[in-house]
């Protein structure tokens, strides 16, 4: 019975792949194309101050974020001090208290990235 149902399932898969409806191919038509190649540039010229402005938003997060990234190292600083160092564990602990805080703000950062192109949290 198992056999017989894998063979099923086998042949089905197969037949599938051979007698599955093929997509068409739809071509573009290149007289439609160059007649709206000159609007295209147009409202491109008019969008390209706001995509700049954009940009750089998104920018100014990524920095911040990048900055919160290299403070999560403090972590294992913070670790070594507290195992090397034993006199010195109240820095360590600060040090891993501040490379967790680091690692929330990096996440919060790259999850305010995408609505930073629209000027939010700059």
Known sequence: MRRRILLILTIALIGSFFFAPQPKA??????TLAILTPLAIQGAKILAPYVIRGLKNMAVVGLRSAKYFIRFFLVPFGLLECIFTPWRISTGLSHIGQ???????????????PVAAFGVGV
């Open 26 to 31: 739809q071509a573009f038509d290149p007289v």
């Open 99 to 113: 490379g967790f805080i680091g690692l929330f703000c990096f996440v919060g950062n790259l999850l305010l990235l």
